[in-house]
């Protein structure tokens, strides 16, 4: 090969290598602020890598380090992303300290920080508590429309009872208590007046959960 020949594909290698770089310099990894789209929002990101195995993203988020799913992240910059941070295994530790002077006495090495792993919540627990506590809640309903309500003359016999209720509320402050919205929608018969009459009630429970044992109702309120 002449040296013409050499030096004019040793100028075309340079010329292809300086475009990728400019390429990935384009894609940003820092971020004042990041809104992921289950509704989380994360401040002073910068990002890692992505692992195309899993398809998630290593973050840094206020000196924190998570891995996030990349479909949380909003297109068109999850694609771009996934397509120009390194891949996984190349970026593997984080510095958020500020450096020291160096000192003539040899320090420990730093341990690895730690890796906070974020997943997409799962929401099977949560649910299965909120059906106990709105279980436990429409039980006592059920309960006091047919054998504790009074209307009319007080000799009434409740035949037929429909109970609708709302989604538990975690009480504030009480973090095993729970609060349930309801309405019930009665037909009773008075046997004093030989009549039969319909009417609706609404109502408040509040059930209780400690550690170990199942919900129970600690206040019913009608309203």
């Given at each position: 090969?002449?040296?013409?020949k050499?030096?004019?594909?040793?100028?075309?290698?340079?010329?292809?290598?300086?475009?990728?770089?400019?390429?990935?310099?384009?894609?940003?990894?820092?971020?004042?602020?990041?809104?992921?789209?289950?509704?989380?929002?994360?401040?002073?990101?910068?990002?890692?890598?992505?692992?195309?195995?899993?398809g998630?993203?290593?973050?840094?988020?206020?000196?924190?380090?998570?891995?996030?799913?990349?479909?949380?992240?909003?297109?068109?910059?999850?694609?771009r992303?996934?397509?120009?941070?390194?891949?996984?295994?190349?970026?593997?530790?984080?510095?958020?300290?500020?450096?020291?002077?160096?000192?003539?006495?040899p320090?420990?090495?730093?341990?690895?920080?730690?890796v906070?792993?974020?997943?997409?919540?799962?929401?099977?627990?949560?649910?299965?508590?909120?059906?106990s506590?709105?279980?436990?809640?429409?039980?006592?309903?059920?309960?006091?429309?047919?054998?504790?309500?009074?209307?009319?003359?007080?000799?009434?016999?409740?035949?037929?009872?429909?109970?609708?209720t709302?989604?538990?509320?975690?009480?504030?402050?009480?973090?095993?208590?729970?609060r349930?919205?309801?309405?019930?929608?009665?037909?009773?018969?008075?046997?004093?007046?030989?009549?039969?009459?319909?009417?609706?009630?609404?109502?408040?429970?509040?059930?209780?959960?400690?550690?170990?044992?199942?919900?129970?109702?600690?206040?019913?309120?009608?309203?």
């Open positions: 090969m002449s040296a013409l050499r030096f004019r594909m040793q100028t075309m290698l340079l010329f292809l290598a300086a475009g990728a770089v400019a390429w990935a310099e384009d894609v940003p990894t820092r971020f004042i602020r990041m809104d992921l789209r289950d509704g989380r929002t994360l401040t002073n990101v910068v990002v890692k890598s992505y692992d195309a195995a899993t998630k993203l290593l973050l840094v988020a206020d000196g924190k380090a998570m891995l996030v799913p990349a479909d949380l992240i909003p297109p068109p910059l999850a694609a992303l996934k397509a120009g941070v390194p891949a996984a295994g190349s970026t593997t530790a984080f510095v958020t300290s500020q450096p020291v002077a160096p000192s003539a006495v320090e420990k090495p730093a341990s690895a920080p730690t906070q792993m974020i997943d997409t919540p799962s929401a099977t627990g949560s649910d299965q508590m909120l059906a506590h709105k279980g436990a809640a429409e039980e006592r309903a059920q309960r006091y429309y047919r054998y504790e309500f009074k209307a009319g003359s007080d000799a009434i016999s409740v035949t037929a009872l429909d109970i609708e709302e989604q538990p509320e975690a009480i504030m402050g009480w973090p095993d208590r729970f349930t919205k309801g309405k019930a929608y009665l037909e009773f018969y008075d046997s004093k007046g030989g009549s039969f009459s319909r009417t609706t009630s609404s109502f408040e429970i509040i059930t209780e959960q400690k550690p170990g044992q199942l919900p129970k109702v600690v206040d019913f309120t009608r309203l």
